[in-house]
């Protein structure tokens, strides 16, 4: 029967295999659950890069613009500048500032607001920007207007007119915002005038642009940068998994191959004495000791069981051969019992008749009879009982076949209905008392299979390949093939073994002598027994066990 | 026979070791990496009266802390012509990180903590407020709900004395005569009027500076229940609640100018320095108005005293120190500040450590051991209470104990414009030399500060 191949039918081998493979891909699947994590890692680094540069870059834009206040606050004639003022200060603050963004290539411009404003709300206003983006238009040169500031912007230099103070979240709003000067990063921050007597007095506001487009260019590269190091990396893991799982389950193989190799020897061999033939088992017994352990104490140990269980069996089942045919002649004398009885009641009388008078006439007939039926058991027995190992020769079974059904049928109660049909049978190899003694097995069982007014026959004829074929047959229940087939294999369930091993016995010897015995159920009901046994070789051979 | 079968207990705890040892070992060496840039110290204003104190404390070992100053703080030294300009209203209105710890003037503890630039000293734990005398500890605190939405005053420096101008009395004539120290002008006036007649040696009722007068003119400004600027810092002196006290306050001393303080003749006389507690040495004067840090001085003056005028002081207990006189009716008498506290620059306040090295600086600084030297050494009235109750000299607690721990004590900044302050005492000299009314002055100078749209 075949059976899905689930994994716990598989070998030994076979797991590990898989179990190893398994343990690889689990492993294989956690590496690459680091690649998130990497991602993570990685996108974590680039964000504190880019805080660390655009710090960076605020600290450098806060230092330049500190730096350009501390110049101006030495100009004191920025406390002089009035709107309307046209005096070379006011040209020597515009070429300052023109000067500082000019020259300076991370200034992007400047510009100088006086905290005063006008009633428009305007502010007197010094400024330059560089202004090198494509879409804006140069500025002819440095400037002197009344300029208005709005929204954020407005409210950054209102605080710093006020608290001289710079706000940074304002500041913060107006550099994330818009910008008409460009793009850059822009400054406010308040601008003092020093005076010996005065102190720092309050002027108004620097603004100050600084150029970012370096650190654009930083992050651009920097975002290159993790993108090629994460396909690179992504690739070098890939890879090395590829190399690593080719390489491990190589050598997995190998192991597991090497491991396994005599546990499978063994399995294997063992596994071939569900098939083997009784013939064979010198041959098994000899491969399951050839079966190399290389030396692993299990694979020993199961072998060692093994060979004592082989050397064992044959003895074990000659025993029992010899035992079943003990038991089964005792059963076949047993069962004639009442004939015996019957004949030894008769002899009194019998005896009698004899000493009044003549030695002739029906007792006479009578008691002849009843001697020569004893003679016939008795020779019936002697032959199966005296020699159960049996002479080997060129024979002619029919005499054994007849023995054994003369034996068998010996006390059968009259309503038993009994067949024979003996055809000249061809000359077989073999063991006359063997064959006698398989025969005598199947016809017992089948006696007992009997019901009381059955029927019990015998057909022997040549079979049509020139052997002999035999048929036994027996009325009663109808019987199943399985449970047919099971007579003839005892051992099957260890559960339910028959009290009979007759069958299996006969099969057995049929088998020792080349033959086989088959069991098919008879219609309407019963059993019948075939055993074939083959033609006679033209040179003759020593049985195989 | 029977295989005996493993034992979990020894084997199971063994194995679980080395898988433990197995999963741990490539966590060897995973920690953070060691901070490779070594702790920077903090750098502070050097002060050359500060740095004599911690010699001194690091040559008598008391304490690590002095002997490692210099390996844990890292003075700037000011060049002195540079001081005039204010050059840390440039750094720290530009948001320099340095200085990170600086040594203030109260004024200017006002005018950079009402803008921003100073770190909140209690909530953030650098300092505790209640260890200090609270007339200066207010002194020292503004208000930061513009910016931190904190209501009420912060402390933003931590002060390493108590320094204010206080009226200095001669103890020995007002109990010759049974008369209390003045707690009013009129008391005071009064008090003149009966001792001046009969103490021939005595020329002056009065003193006060001739030379930057507006330091002590402020605290009787403030006794007449004036201000010139607000606790915001605006100027509010043009409005008529502080204007009227400023010319009755002015009147009052313009009023005592001849019979109890000098004429405007006499004035120049007092110009040099020193000249005033000199003058109140030699038996001059009844009263004056000077710092507090005076009878420090005056103690040394007594204790040199050879050689000097008959009706020269002999002994320190002939000095009385009492609070400037209000206005009668006024609930406050006050000193002008003369104070200075070490504050934290904000902008310095990058990260925790710094915090910390501001902490232990000011510590430092400002500490018990400091301040009781300071008290010992110099005269000068310990801020810390602590220090103040292990005080041991006479001169140091009698200052304290009447004038600055007098309840209606109120000890105020003046305003730390300097403009303002000039042009003020261009006024102040106008009117107390003749050249003008106090009202004509005043309005003076309140048209030329208005030109200045800042104020």
Known sequence: ?545 | MITPRLRPKITVPRLTRMVWALLLLPLLGCGPSPDASPPRAITFTFDAPSRELIRLLAEKGTSAAYKDFDRNFKGIQVPESLLPYEPFVLGLSTESKIPAVLLLDAPWVQRYGVAGWLFELERTQVFDRSELVPAVAEAFSVSLAHITGWKGKQLVAVPTNIKGNILFYRRDILKRYNLAPPRTWEELRAICRKVLPQEKSLKYGLLIHSTNTLNDFYPILWGFGGRVNNDAGQFVLPQKNNADPFVAALRELIAMQGSIMPGPGALPQFDPGGSLRQAFYQGQTLFMINWSTRLKDLSDLIAKGQGQPPGSLTGVSQVGVVPIPAQAGHPHRYSNIGSFGWAVNRFSVTDPVVIEHAKQFIGVVAGEQFQLLAAETMGQVPALIRALEKVTNKEVLQVYHDTFAQKDMVMRPRPHSRRINNVLEKALDAALFGRQTPEAALAGAIAELKKDQTF
């Open chain 1, 1 to 545: 029967m075949n059976t899905p191949e689930t994994f716990i039918r598989y070998s030994l081998r076979n797991r590990l295999f898989v179990l190893a493979g398994a343990t690889f891909l689990l492993c294989a699947v956690v590496i690459l659950l680091f690649f998130p994590l990497l991602n993570l890692t990685l996108e974590g680094l680039q964000n504190r890069t880019i805080n660390s540069m655009q710090e960076a870059t605020e600290v450098e834009a806060t230092t330049i613009a500190r730096l350009l206040v501390l110049e101006f606050s030495s100009i004191k004639g920025l406390l002089q500048v009035t709107p309307a003022s046209n005096t070379e200060m006011d040209q020597w603050i515009k070429n300052l500032v023109w000067e500082k963004v000019t020259f300076n290539e991370i200034i992007e411009g400047v510009e100088l607001i006086q905290g005063q404003q006008d009633a428009q709300g305007r502010r007197l206003t010094y400024m330059f920007y560089r202004r090198e983006a494509p879409e804006l238009e140069p500025m002819a040169g440095p400037q002197k207007i009344m300029k208005s500031f709005q929204g954020m912007e407005q409210d950054l230099i209102n605080s710093i007119t006020s608290q001289q103070r710079v706000d940074n979240a304002i500041q913060g709003s107006v550099n994330r915002g818009p910008k008409e000067e460009g793009e850059m990063l822009l400054r406010y921050m308040p601008v003092h005038v020093l005076l010996a007597d005065e102190g720092a007095v309050f002027w108004g506001v620097a603004k100050i642009g600084i150029d970012t487009n370096r650190m654009r260019q930083l992050l651009f590269l920097q975002s290159q940068e993790q993108t090629n190091i994460r396909r690179d990396i992504w690739l070098e893991i890939i890879l090395s998994l590829l190399i690593s799982g080719v390489l491990a389950m190589s050598l997995i193989y190998f192991w597991v191959r090497h491991i396994t190799e005599p546990l499978r020897t063994l399995s294997v061999v063992t596994g071939a004495l569900q098939g083997a033939k009784p013939e064979e088992f010198d041959l098994w017994l000899e491969n399951l000791k050839r079966v190399d352990s290389q030396g692993q104490a299990e694979v020993v140990i199961i072998q060692q069981v093994l060979e004592r269980l082989g050397t064992a069996v044959p003895k074990l089942g000659q025993r029992l051969i010899d035992g079943e045919a003990q038991a089964c002649l005792g059963k076949v004398i047993a069962r004639g019992l009442p004939a015996f009885q019957a004949w030894q009641a008769q002899l009194p009388g019998l005896e009698q008749e004899l000493g009044d008078g003549g030695a002739t006439g029906p007792s006479h007939q009578t008691l002849t009879l009843m001697r020569a039926r004893l003679d016939t058991v008795f020779d019936d027995l002697s032959h199966l009982w005296s020699d159960p190992q049996g002479e080997w020769d060129r024979i002619d079974v029919t005499p054994g076949l007849q023995r054994a059904w003369r034996l068998a049928t010996l006390g059968l109660p009259a309503e038993v209905t009994a067949q024979q049909e003996f055809a000249a049978l061809p000359p077989v190899w073999g063991s006359a008392a063997k064959l006698s003694l398989a025969v005598l097995y199947l016809l017992t069982f089948a006696v007992d299979l009997l019901p009381p007014a059955g029927e019990l026959g015998i057909k022997a004829e040549p079979s049509p390949a020139g052997g002999v074929r035999l048929a036994v047959w027996v009325s009663g229940n109808p019987r199943s093939p399985l449970e047919c087939q099971e007579w003839l294999n005892p051992f099957g369930d260890p559960g339910r073994i028959q009290g009979s091993l007759g069958p299996p016995l006969a099969a057995a010897i049929a088998s020792q002598h080349g033959g086989s015995l088959t069991v098919a159920p008879r219609e309407p009901g019963g059993a019948v027994f075939s055993l074939e046994l083959p033609p006679l070789a033209e040179e003759p051979h020593e049985p195989v066990i």
